[in-house]
């Protein structure tokens, strides 16, 4: 179907509402003009294959038995745990420096004295002078005979202890400190765990019927579909249209509102032909049959106009 459609107008001799340079007027004052006639259509069915024919393949599926088996999930193992040494702090108090004895020594002290030391003892001689004595009897010796000696002496300086050297004794008493130290409560040992096997029980399955394959013949479905048959073709001819003397505002502002009323957008009803008025009956004419092109009779009649 040719859809686009001009509405044109102007003046011819017969002053009609042109819908292009072809319109013309016939003596009785009836304006004419070439419109374009719709096809002409034949309702008829025609069968569509909805589903073609083919095999269904169905299964039916494996039948499995089941028991239970039991695997080991996990080996066992040998686990050692150190577990480290205990302490404990003690607080004790060390020598750090042992009780001592010192000796402290004074020397011996001095004072000076003179003494008279005999040098020579005294003595007797025997006078030469004298005659020898012949006796045995010392007595008998005359005194003047012997001779005495007086003895010797020497005055000698000397040093002599006043206070004899001496030793004191002192003791030093010790130093201590109070400390703190870990004392090993409990020494560091390695603990061996043995750790056991574990094991699960596990569903075991087993065929007990196989699967089969079942075919199942699909036939063909069809539909018949009801379809428009073109049995004429569109064509152009001279149809009655509304002349231009009689298209005065009044009528075209009711076409517009007409055409509104039936859903069809024109704007605003100004009383004028623009191309939204000229789509809008162009749309009318379209979905009724109508023939388009210009503002044929046929149509006011279908919109209910004069």
């Not at 050692?80 to 750090?96: C, K, L, Q, R």
């Not at 004074?106 to 030469?128: C, D, G, I, L, M």
């Not at 005065?248 to 704007?267: E, H, K, N, V, W």
Request: hydrophobic letters at 35%.
């Amino acid at each position: 179907m040719i859809l686009t459609t001009l509405l044109t107008s102007g003046l011819t001799a017969s002053n009609t509402l042109m819908a292009n340079p072809a319109t013309t007027a016939t003596a009785d004052t009836t304006c004419y003009a070439q419109v374009l006639v719709p096809g002409v259509f034949q309702a008829a069915e025609e069968k569509v294959v909805t589903f073609e024919g083919s095999p269904l393949y169905q299964t039916t599926p494996v039948q499995l038995g089941y028991g239970e088996r039991k695997i080991k999930v996990a080996d066992a193992y040998v686990e050692y745990e150190i577990i480290p040494a205990v302490f404990e702090e003690v607080t004790e108090t060390v020598e750090i420096e042992r009780e001592r004895t010192e000796v402290e020594t004074f020397p011996a002290t001095y004072r000076t004295e003179t003494k008279r030391v005999k040098t020579k003892e005294a003595s007797v001689q025997w006078n030469p002078a004298c005659a020898p004595v012949v006796s045995d009897d010392a007595s008998s010796i005359p005194p003047a005979c012997l001779l005495e000696t007086p003895a010797e002496y020497q005055e000698v300086t000397r040093e002599l202890i006043a206070t004899p050297a001496r030793t004191v004794k002192r003791v030093i008493p010790g130093k201590t400190q109070t400390v703190t130290r870990k004392v090993l409560v409990e020494p560091a040992k390695v603990v061996r765990k043995e750790i056991p096997a574990v094991y699960a029980s596990i569903p075991l399955g087993r065929v007990e019927q196989a699967a089969k394959l079942i075919t199942t013949p699909q036939p063909e479905q069809s539909q018949q579909v009801p379809v428009l048959r073109k049995v004429q073709a569109e064509r152009f001819i001279n149809m009655p249209v509304l002349c231009e003397t009689e298209a005065d505002p009044a009528l075209i502002s009711r076409l517009q509102q007409r055409l509104q009323q039936l859903g069809y957008d024109t704007g605003k009803a100004s009383g004028a032909i623009d191309t939204t008025t000229r789509t809008a009956l162009t749309h009318f004419q379209q979905d009724n049959r109508l023939a388009s092109g210009a503002i044929t009779l046929e149509t006011l009649r279908k919109l209910g106009l004069p």
